[in-house]
């Protein structure tokens, strides 16, 4: 038998035993195919709300976002869908807007504050070592 004899008696087999068994392997391939469709819906309905609320520099500045802080993002786009939504946001948001857009979101995100240590020791950098100065 050839390999493709092999997977066609295999195919046949496998459409046989989802027939027999009412089909379940089937029902769960389906949900999860029902809702992968549904989430692709609902990120089309969110990009086409946003491409009608931000103007060009405010949608670049979104994309920006996204790649620096995706949660931030995340936050902002549901705002500005919400406001679409009710009806608060009349025209194109502009950059202007889409930065106080920004602050309040900033001020409804928990702060976590990160500090930097250097440690000059460790990097060797010291600038009282170099005494030759090329000339």
Same mark, same amino acid.
């Given at each position: %038998? +050839?390999?493709?004899?092999?997977?066609? =008696?295999?195919?046949?087999?496998?459409?046989?035993?989802?027939?027999?068994?009412?089909?379940? @392997? @089937?029902?769960? @391939?389906?949900?999860?195919?029902?809702?992968?469709?549904? #989430?692709?819906?609902?990120?089309?309905?969110?990009? &086409?709300? =946003? &491409?009608?609320?931000?103007?060009?520099?405010?949608?670049?500045?979104?994309?920006? =976002?996204?790649? +620096?802080?995706?949660?931030?993002?995340? %936050?902002?786009?549901? #705002?500005?869908?919400? #406001?679409?939504?009710?009806?608060?946001?009349?025209?194109?948001?502009? !950059?202007?807007?889409?930065? +106080?857009?920004?602050?309040?979101?900033?001020?409804?995100?928990?702060? +976590?504050? &990160?500090?930097?240590?250097?440690?000059?020791?460790?990097?060797?950098? !010291? &600038?009282?070592?170099?005494?030759?100065? @090329?000339?």
């Amino acid at each position: %038998m +050839s390999d493709a004899d092999l997977d066609a =008696l295999r195919a046949q087999r496998m459409s046989q035993m989802q027939s027999q068994f009412g089909g379940a @392997g @089937g029902s769960d @391939g389906d949900k999860q195919q029902a809702q992968q469709e549904q #989430m692709r819906a609902q990120e089309e309905m969110k990009h &086409s709300i =946003l &491409s009608q609320v931000l103007d060009q520099q405010a949608r670049a500045r979104l994309n920006t =976002l996204k790649v +620096s802080k995706p949660e931030k993002a995340q %936050m902002f786009e549901n #705002m500005v869908i919400r #406001m679409a939504q009710m009806g608060q946001v009349r025209g194109k948001l502009d !950059d202007a807007q889409f930065v +106080s857009i920004l602050e309040s979101v900033n001020a409804q995100m928990p702060q +976590s504050k &990160s500090t930097v240590k250097y440690d000059r020791r460790r990097a060797a950098i !010291d &600038s009282d070592d170099d005494e030759d100065y @090329g000339c």
